[in-house]
């Protein structure tokens, strides 16, 4: 298993707030951690070696992600 960055930390810490606020129901941080490092993982994405502006995009992209299944449930 690949040693965790501080980086890696503040980057997964800082999806697992923006997914949080997006979810109209809130589910436990841990739990949405857990589900985030497994999509990650599925795509192939590395939360370390991302650039600055590649990061913004996942974050655009995770977030859109996110609303879209939130509308899909009102």
Not at 10 to 25: A, D, M, P, T, Y
Not at 44 to 61: C, P, S
Not at 67 to 72: A, F, G, P, R, V
């Amino acid at each position: 298993m690949k040693k965790q960055t501080k980086l890696y930390k503040q980057r997964l810490e800082f999806l697992v707030n923006v997914i949080h606020q997006c979810l109209s129901i809130k589910i436990p941080l841990f739990l949405l951690r857990k589900v985030l490092k497994q999509l990650l993982k599925k795509e192939n994405i590395d939360l370390q070696i991302l650039t600055e502006k590649e990061f913004l995009i996942l974050n655009e992209k995770l977030r859109d992600k996110f609303l879209n299944i939130k509308s899909e449930n009102d």
